[in-house]
Structure formats: structure tokens, C-alpha cells
């Protein structure tokens, strides 16, 4: 939902206390503004912050208390909006909490809201009724090339149409003041506007992607055509990758959501993930959860919301969990350890999940079905969850065929895929690749070319994991085949 919009619903359904977490203090004040001076009577908008106070109330100034009673004292009939820049820091104070919360009651039946701008998330669990945390996006693509009109005094108009769009997409996934920067600097440097700008302005979101520290860029250019096997997988990705289209949108079809991929180690999920994002030619971030998690307890939920906020700028893109059995082991969204946090970081994960109308497309991996908390796999999450089972030996043969070509196609008539195939019952691809390789090192230290024989060799010189693993997939094969799950291969 647009900020705008989101904010005239809750401020007209009289929730008393929202809280905007965002570092772009000028533009959410704009659009408070903005939606104060769209109601008939516009309504009155007062803003405090340590150094200044309220303008114009003695007293207000560094004190959060005072600001309290001000907004408390003004009358019931006068429609207003209070914002409070970084009130966060005094949200723990015991005074200040009860203060907010006897404010929450009054201002239900008032026509007045209070409004906490602040870049982190920290809402002590005493107040998590009373406020509600409202997601405020970063700029959309309307907004970036009004903005870069502003900046570039429309200098941008001399750039040709497409490079002029390329900017605006370049700049999307930061806030408007890092695109003031960025382009400034990058004028500074090549003099000029043109592709090269671009490149600088890609080059800056790459550290801002960095600086979230639980999201990377991958660039991958493994596709379709890189994985043996898993038809059925491969034909679902295909007839998804067409909702992805600007046809499909006016068709009326949702944004697809995403998938779960669940299977032992080795099998070809993080591959698929990868030529997910080469298929809908967007780019690819990955999150990595464990890091999510762990970040200081407080810390992880401003790191989910901005995680969040980021991969939506960057939309289209698939957002690629991996192995999100590890991060999310044991968690549940009513889980209270930890004073809640993870509880609370999940939670915002999986209903983001459920609602997001952004192409954000999430691919996530599992190895493990026992730790993963049920909540995950419940419908409405994923569009599809898939079991990737070990290859079958016609599997087999076309992952051999794939690592292979990829390293021999000239030589590829030479190696007898059928028998190694047959031989490799049990082999993951990840070990039937590995095998290659060995087969390859030993020609090499022979001076000589690797042969059918040499990754025979190799393959009968390797344990799977599968022999070890035998219970862990059996219990897996169970699980797909009693619950909704589809089966990749077929
Ligand atoms: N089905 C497959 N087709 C081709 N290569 C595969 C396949 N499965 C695994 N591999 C090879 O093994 C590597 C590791 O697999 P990966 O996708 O990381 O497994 P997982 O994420 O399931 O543990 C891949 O990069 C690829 O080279
Ligand atoms: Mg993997």
C-alpha cells in the first residue's frame, strides 16, 4: 500500500499512536503533511524533537514528558496530528510508557493521532498494544524521477528515454537523500550525466544492499538449462516466470509469492533459486536468516523491517532465503523466549510473506522439514512447496550430462553417461559433479585426459550421503507424500 493511502486509513480509523520506522524524516513529513492537508478542514500538524520541542510551548524542549501533556492538554474537538521525532530513545522510560498508554486511550476517542518517526524499531513489549507500527516504504519509481527532476534541474531530459528510465530503476531501493548524494557525486566525477552514472549509482546500491548486513546481491548465472532433473520444478518456475509479466498483471493475476524448496543437501535447491532469478530475468538478493536472527536482540526487527523495505525497492527481484530451516529452527510466532524477539521477527517475516502484493518473489531452501516452524507451511505463504527427492537414474543422466558438457562439450561423445548413471544410485548431484571433478584431477596429474573410468572410480570411491542419511530421507519422502506437497521431479 502507498504510504499516503496507509496513513489516511489509520489515522481516520483513530489508531492513536503509529509508529513510522524510517530514516527519511523530511519525506514522511511531507506525506503526513500532505494527507493532514487533503482532509476539509485540513487538520493541524505539530512536531516536537529534543532540540527544538513543540515550536512555540515552553517547556518542551529535551523533555519528553512535557511533550506528553502538551499533546494530552490540546482540546478534544481540534483535529491534529502530533509527530515526535526519535522518540524511541525514551520509550523505556517507566513514566513516559504509562504516559503513552493513558495518551492511547484518550486519543481513541479523539480525532487526533501520535505519530513516533524514528529510523530503528524499539517498542517495549508494554506498549506493543498501543502502538502500531506502521512500514514505510522507500521511494517508488514516480517519486525517484520527480525527485531527480528536482535534483538534475532537468538536465535529465537530455539523457535518451531508456537510459533516463535505467537511472530512475538504478536509484530505486534507497532513500531520496542517498540518491541526492550519489547523483551529486557522480556528476562530480564524470562531469556529465550518462550511462556512467548508472554504473556509479549501481555501484552505491550494491552498499546499501551491504550495509542492511543480512542481504547480498548474487550475481549467478546459472539457468534452467544448468539443472538436470526436476521437471516438475522446472515447468512450475516457467508457467510462474509468465505471471511475472506486465501481461499477466492485466490479466488480473496476482503477483506470484514464492516457494519453498525442501530436500537433503545436495540436490539442486540453491541451483534453483539461483536460475529462478536468470528465468525472470530480475535481480537476485539473498537473506541470510542465521544473520537475521542473531543480530543483537531489538536489532532484529529493525534489520527485518529494513531487510523488507529494501528488497520491495528493489522489486522486481527474487528474494532468496536459504536454508531458512537454520535460521529458523524451533521459532514460532507466539514464542515469548528472548523477550519475543525472534518470535516477533518471524512473525513479521511470514505476514509479510502472506500480504506482500510487490513482485518480490521469495525462494526459500530447506534441509530439514522437523525444525522448521508449522506456521511456514501453512497455506497462503509459499505458492508451492517441493520436495527434491535424490535423482532418479534418467535424472542422473542429465546431470552428469550438464557438469560434463560444461567442462568437455567437445569430448562429450567419449563418456559413457548411461552406465555411470546406472552406477550412481544414491548420488546427489552435488556428489555426481563432485565425482567429475575427482575424475578430472587424476587425469590431469597423469597428464592425460579424465575418462568414463576415472569418474567410475571416483563414484565408487565416495559414500553418499544418502547411505548415512537413510532415515532423515525416509521421513522426508513421508512428509511429501502425506502432506500438499508437490514432488519436483514430476
Ligand atoms: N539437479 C542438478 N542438476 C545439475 N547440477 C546439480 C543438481 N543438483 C546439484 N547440482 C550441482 O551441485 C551443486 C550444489 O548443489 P546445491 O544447489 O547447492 O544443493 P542444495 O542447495 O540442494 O544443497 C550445484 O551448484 C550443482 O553444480
Ligand atoms: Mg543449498
Not at 520527480?146 to 535534483?151: A, I, K, R, Y
Amino acid at each position: 500500500m502507498e504510504a499516503r493511502t496507509a496513513l489516511d486509513l489509520h489515522i481516520r480509523a483513530r489508531y492513536p499512536i503509529l509508529y513510522l520506522p524510517t530514516a527519511e524524516e523530511e519525506r514522511a513529513e511531507d506525506d503526513i503533511r500532505a494527507v493532514a492537508e487533503a482532509w476539509r478542514p485540513a487538520w493541524r500538524v505539530f512536531v516536537w524533537d529534543a532540540v527544538h520541542g513543540f515550536v512555540g510551548v515552553e517547556g518542551s524542549r529535551g523533555m519528553p514528558l512535557p511533550a506528553l501533556e502538551f499533546i494530552a492538554a490540546q482540546s478534544p474537538e481540534q483535529p491534529a496530528l502530533f509527530i515526535l521525532r526519535d522518540f524511541h530513545h525514551y520509550l523505556r522510560d517507566a513514566q513516559v510508557a504509562r504516559h503513552l498508554r493513558n495518551l492511547a486511550t484518550l486519543l481513541r476517542s479523539r480525532r487526533q493521532t501520535t505519530i513516533l518517526l524514528s529510523p530503528v524499531v524499539e517498542i517495549p513489549p508494554t506498549l506493543t498494544e498501543d502502538i502500531t507500527v506502521l512500514d514505510y516504504p522507500l521511494p517508488d519509481g514516480a517519486t525517484i524521477a520527480e525527485h531527480l527532476h528536482e535534483l538534475l534541474g532537468g538536465l535529465e531530459t537530455r539523457l535518451e528515454s531508456g537510459t533516463s528510465e535505467a537511472l530512475v530503476k538504478a536509484c530505486a531501493g534507497m532513500t531520496l537523500n542517498r540518491i541526492g548524494q550519489v547523483v551529486r557525486k557522480a556528476l562530480a566525477a564524470t562531469g556529465t550525466l550518462d550511462e556512467r552514472t548508472i554504473d556509479l549509482v549501481l555501484d552505491e546500491k550494491r552498499q546499501v544492499i551491504r550495509r542492511t548486513e543480512v542481504l547480498e546481491f548474487i550475481a549467478s548465472t546459472d539457468d534452467l538449462d544448468d539443472i538436470g532433473g526436476l521437471h516438475g520444478l522446472k515447468a512450475w518456475l516457467e508457467r510462474r516466470a509468465m505471471a511475472f509479466t506486465e501481461r499477466a498483471r492485466r490479466y488480473g493475476l496476482p503477483h506470484p509469492k514464492g516457494l519453498l524448496l525442501v530436500g537433503i543437501q545436495g540436490t539442486g535447491k540453491s541451483l534453483s533459486a539461483k536460475a529462478t532469478a536468470q528465468l525472470l530475468r530480475v535481480p537476485l538478493l539473498r537473506l541470510d536468516v542465521g544473520r537475521l536472527m542473531g543480530s543483537l536482540v531489538g536489532e532484529s526487527e529493525s534489520r527485518a523491517r529494513e531487510m523488507i523495505r529494501v528488497a520491495e525497492a528493489m522489486a522486481p527481484v527474487v528474494l532468496w532465503i536459504d536454508e531458512i530451516d537454520k535460521g529458523f529452527r524451533g521459532v514460532s510466532s507466539s514464542f515469548t523466549g528472548d523477550s519475543g524477539t525472534s518470535a516477533r521477527v518471524f512473525g513479521t517475516l511470514i505476514t509479510w510473506m502472506q500480504e506482500k502484493t510487490s513482485p518480490v518473489f521469495v525462494v526459500a531452501t530447506a534441509n530439514n522439514i522437523d525444525v522448521l516452524p508449522p506456521e511456514l507451511l501453512r497455506k497462503g505463504r509459499f505458492d508451492e512447496i517441493f520436495f527434491v527427492d535424490l535423482p532418479t537414474e534418467p535424472e542422473r543422466r542429465e546431470i552428469l550430462d550438464v557438469h560434463l558438457r560444461r567442462r568437455r562439450e567437445h569430448r562429450l561423445r567419449d563418456f559413457d553417461i548411461p552406465t555411470l548413471a546406472a552406477a550412481s544410485a544414491g548420488y546427489s548431484g552435488a556428489e555426481l559433479e563432485q565425482a567429475i571433478v575427482d575424475a578430472m584431477y587424476v587425469g590431469f596429474d597423469e597428464k592425460r585426459e579424465f575418462t568414463t573410468d576415472d569418474v567410475a572410480t571416483a563414484l565408487a570411491a565416495t559414500v553418499p550421503l544418502s547411505r548415512t542419511k537413510q532415515l532423515e530421507i525416509d521421513a522426508l519422502r513421508h512428509w511429501a507424500a502425506d502432506g500438499n506437497v508437490r514432488h519436483s521431479s514430476l
